[in-house]
């Protein structure tokens, strides 16, 4: 490595962190992902992403992986239902997906690209446990139980809690109104009259301004996210039961009156997880300015938002590709013309021009995207709900018709025979 090659840092091993690392490795420049998590097995990755065709598939086929996801992806998985309290469905989308955003384990994605880096690229067990110090050196990086690291060109891609963005911005993310509680059913197979509730993609059953949002992944599990509309404080104030049966009797009772098959999405869950999720978010407008020379932020690090415009991996991927085309015109051997070799310095400065562009096209669609996840939350949990997420639906135009095996279209609610008569011909 000559004097003039920076040392590039990349803190956290999420979907962003990770393409941007492939980007730099196709183009042969070095870099190291430092993770807090000790390997990649240690956490379950959480539920199903939908990757869309400008920006996560996109971002994909800038690092040559496009394919291998097209084979991981489930078209089926984009089907959308909306059902109220009572089990009234109010709208559903073809089975079949053809809406161009196919669905891929959050898992299987990160495996994907895990195993696309050179052996040793992920530090794993390398928690970034303080904002690094810069200096003239660079910036060091200080690990819980491990030698500091001091580099060149940092880019933190760690998330909503980033150890990094203080370095650019004082703002933090603030609560959003909504809570999650997530639970899972890994055997959906065993439960087919919700296998037809949900269908093969996604179901929104919504009322009085709370949910159960289940969802279907790969293998036969089922995430079902429990969306409530409650102070920052509620879980603290009611924790969940410890004991398993508990826990779900204590979440369905906060459905009372609700058709009680829906409540099915909540006793039928793995006994574990059962845990409670905040849910945070930047304010969409957020920008920095920076003296600080080689460093950026990408994904839920520069704008963390809430989940419900389905747009923060694809944002995440589409950040990292940016920033990586950004690098290799500043550093890679083949687009650098001038002679002599530019010095660290002059290096840097190339480096920052490139990720000030960045920033530029990255704040324009954090701001669109973070303003319309606000607005699908006050629309999805408002008090009519879920009114304003059907009508928001069929604004895109009334879905084509069902084949003729799909089950009416209208569930008889409170009857539990409405259940249960279902597409299972399409799982
Ligand atoms: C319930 C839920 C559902 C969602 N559904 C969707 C969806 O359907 N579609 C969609 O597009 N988006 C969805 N999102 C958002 C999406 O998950 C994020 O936008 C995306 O994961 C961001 O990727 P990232 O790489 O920026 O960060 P992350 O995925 O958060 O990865 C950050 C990484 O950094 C590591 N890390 C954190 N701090 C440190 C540290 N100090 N030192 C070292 N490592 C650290 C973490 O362990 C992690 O591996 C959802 C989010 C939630 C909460």
Redesign the pocket.
Known sequence: MSSSTPRIAI????????LLARYLQIHSIPCAV????SSRHVRSQ??????HVES?QRALKDVGLFDQFKKLARTEGEQLKIIDKTGALLFDSPPGGGGGRPEID?TELRDMLLDSLEPDTVKWD????ATPIPSSSGYTLT?ANRPCATVDILVG???????IRPLLTSVRPLYSSIT?I?LSISNIKRHPHLISLIGNGMAFIMSEGKGIIPQRNSSGTVKV?VGLQVPENWLEQNPLPSNASAAKDFVAGLFPGWNTELLELIHAADNEPIVG?K?YALPPDLTWSTDSKGIAL?????H??S?FA???????LL??SEIGAALVEALAPKTRKSEPPLSLQETLAEVDKGFRNYELAMWKRAQKNGRKSAASLDFMFADDSPAGIVKFFNSFGPPPPPPPMLPPLILDSGDSKGFGQGNSEYI
């Open positions: 803190v956290g091993a999420g979907p962003g962190g990770l430092y993770e807090r998590e959480g539920g199903s992403l939908d990757l996560g959050r390398h928690f970034v446990s690990f891609a760690d998330g909503a809690w980033s150890h999650f997530e996210y999720r849910i990408l994904g839920d690090a520069a963390v938002m989940p389905g747009q923060g991996v694809n944002l995440a950040d990292a």
